[in-house]
């Protein structure tokens, strides 16, 4: 249950408070109508993202540490973040991704890099990685 709650809203939070933050300093306090739309539509596409990477979190933590398992979660978070954003826009411009859009699809799996780590950490479950290592008694 602590790995949904991480991954579905601090994951998508993060993002959209990075986004936020990004959004202010471009476009100023000026435009709120702007900041409000990326904040919202990150939040929105990264929710799916965010979703699938806390199943791989959730399918990796019984085999692999904490320490291991979380740079390996945030980098598929990474790619899964580029994909969507590089399969949305071939979706609707059915054309090849111009390097313009391949370095936005970067930076969106960037953004989402911290935060899919951050979750994979803070859902570590310590509890069972201590009785896990106890001898079992016959």
């Known amino acids: 249950m602590k790995r949904t709650v991480m991954f579905l809203l601090l994951g998508p939070s993060l993002v959209a408070l990075a986004v936020w933050m990004v959004a202010v300093a471009i476009a100023g306090r000026i435009d709120d109508a702007f900041v409000a739309l990326c904040t ?3 939040f929105l596409l990264t929710l799916p993202v965010s979703a ?3 199943l791989v979190d959730g399918y990796l933590a019984p085999t692999l540490p904490a320490p291991f398992r979380a740079p390996l979660t945030a980098a598929i978070g990474a790619a899964l973040a580029s994909g969507l954003v590089l ?3 071939t979706t609707a411009y059915a054309t090849a991704a111009p390097p313009e859009v391949v370095n936005g699809a970067l930076c969106a799996g ?3 890099l ?3 780590g951050v979750c994979s950490l803070l859902s570590n479950d310590i509890d069972r990685q201590r ?3 106890e ?3 016959a």
Do not use: E, R, Y
Request: one cysteine or more.
């Open 131 to 133: 009785h896990s290592i």
């Open 110 to 112: 960037l953004f989402l």
């Open 135 to 137: 001898p079992v008694c």
């Open 114 to 116: 911290l935060p899919m």
């Open 40 to 42: 919202t539509a990150s």
């Open 87 to 89: 399969a949305l826009f």
């Open 52 to 54: 699938i990477t806390g």
